[in-house]
């Protein structure tokens, strides 16, 4: 499994960002994926979600600026992020995981720790 995420940057407040990730190594359109985010000092943190067929999942703080999407047919995993703010300010990382075994919607708490792979993160800092 790979995991391979760009668009990372320094943007101003307000200002957008579209990160990528594209993945190969299994079969994406069965799979579970996710954005997370880890700043310094802090625990990786789901922003988004998506199922196979999908349905998706946003934390509070991002709901209504960023829109997690996939392409299947390209393998690769979007997150358009808007109104960029300061605090958006961290390393972003592509999650996937098969969710074999796992109960009903789980991927819905966006829990870092249920996903089992991961890319190597792209940076996305936002000045005020």
């Known amino acids: 499994v790979q995991l391979v995420e760009s668009g990372g940057g320094s943007v101003q407040y307000g200002g957008s960002l579209r990160l990528s990730c594209v993945a190969s190594?299994?079969?994406?359109?069965?799979?579970?994926m996710g954005w997370f985010r880890q700043a310094p000092g802090k625990e990786r943190e789901g922003v988004a979600t998506?199922?196979?067929?999908?349905?998706?999942q946003y934390a509070e703080s991002v709901k209504g600026r960023f829109t997690i999407s996939q392409d299947n047919a390209k393998n690769t995993l979007y997150l358009q992020m808007n109104s960029l703010k300061p605090e958006d300010t961290a390393m972003y990382y592509c999650?996937?995981?098969?969710?074999?075994?796992?109960?009903?919607?789980?991927?819905?708490?966006?829990?870092?720790?249920?996903?089992?792979?991961w890319g190597q993160g792209t940076q996305v800092t936002v000045s005020s």
């Open positions: 999650g996937a995981d098969s969710g074999w075994g796992r109960p009903r919607n789980w991927w819905r708490h966006r829990y870092a720790g249920d996903f089992g792979y």
């Open positions: 190594g299994f079969t994406y359109s069965s799979y579970y």
């Open positions: 998506i199922d196979s067929n999908g349905s998706t």
